[in-house]
């Protein structure tokens, strides 16, 4: 007996996060997708950019997936924050909701989609902000260190990020042919990820730490990698604080807790939903590092886990042929 299928409608189809999007969907065995938006490829076939059956064919415009999303069991907007913020107004009403965009981090009547720590009040939201790449990588590696009372004081983290973390843009300086061989500084102490940071942390034991993340370009295409620094509120060996992340991250289907901090590679992340987290500490202060993919962890493949936990899905329903290369 064939399991019924639940429609998703996609908005934003043809950007790097709307495309993989498009992929995992082809691929879920519990929804289907009922309309692709994508203003600039109405009219194309899916196919050509995917490299997948979708059962609906072309590329629809904005407003001809509007009248669809109302009847579907959820809506995906992988769009800017205007877009965004129009269609959940239009929608919201009708159907639930995950918006990749910042749009409704941290505003009121969206849930943060931290599926990791906070998948409980997911699943019964309408509206879901799916959480930033930077952000991702940065809580996963810091809410351990919070919720165990180990911060004394700030969190530095520097971080970065392929080309594709910026989405399509015509601008020259990020283009990978301009950023070989080159690492760019960017948004130096203005990055719009650090209050999202902040608020989630804030969330798991007051008071809420203070964060300074300093973002880069790399030569990349894809990829987050990621080293936070704080001063330790007591002495505790690596091995402990290692203890701490296995144990708080053991139910975790996403999240690879490996031996040292030097074992954690980008490489081994890029084409899976895992975030991978390494540690060192001595007397002073800790360092975790983490990984992942911005496309997939940070971006599409959590919007998946938001999407399968707002319908009562598996929460890796979908995502299970990501290999697991840790």
Request: proline fraction near 4%.
């Amino acid at each position: 007996m064939q399991r019924m299928q639940l429609d998703v409608a996609l908005f934003g189809a043809a950007g790097y996060a709307g495309l993989e999007l498009a992929k995992l969907l082809a691929l879920h065995p519990q929804v289907r997708l009922a309309c692709a938006a994508s203003d600039t490829h109405a009219g194309r076939r899916i196919e050509e950019m995917t490299g997948r059956d979708h059962g609906v064919r072309e590329f629809v415009t904005t407003g001809d997936a509007r009248a669809v999303a109302g009847d579907c069991a959820i809506a995906l907007l992988a769009v800017p924050p205007e877009p965004a913020a129009n269609l959940v107004a239009a929608l919201r009403e009708r159907t639930k909701l995950v918006d990749l965009s910042h749009a409704h981090r941290g505003t009121a009547g969206a849930v943060y989609g931290l599926t990791s720590l906070f998948a409980a009040e997911i699943a019964t939201a309408s509206l879901v902000a799916n959480p930033g790449c930077y952000a991702t990588a940065a809580i996963t590696a810091a809410a351990p260190l919070v919720q165990h009372g180990l911060v004394d004081g700030d969190i530095t983290i520097c971080a970065g990020s392929g080309v594709t973390g910026a989405g399509r843009s015509a601008e020259e300086m990020l283009s990978l042919g301009e950023l070989y061989g080159d690492v760019r500084a960017y948004r130096v102490l203005r990055h719009q990820h650090v209050p999202e940071i902040e608020a989630a942390l804030g969330r798991l034991t007051p008071p809420t730490p203070r964060v300074t993340l300093i973002t880069h370009l790399l030569p990349i295409a894809r990829g987050i990698f990621a080293t936070l620094t704080a001063q330790l509120s007591r002495t505790i060996s690596t091995a402990q604080i290692l203890e701490l992340f296995r144990a708080d991250y053991a139910d975790d289907p996403t999240v690879t807790i490996v031996n040292t901090a030097e074992d954690v590679s980008l490489r081994r992340v890029v084409g899976t939903n895992q975030c991978m987290i390494g540690v060192a500490s001595d007397d002073r202060q800790v360092v975790v590092i983490a990984a992942l993919d911005n496309l997939l962890k940070g971006a599409a493949g959590q919007a998946i886990e938001n999407m399968n936990v707002m319908l009562g899905l598996p929460r890796m329903a979908g995502l299970a042929h990501l290999s697991r290369h840790a």
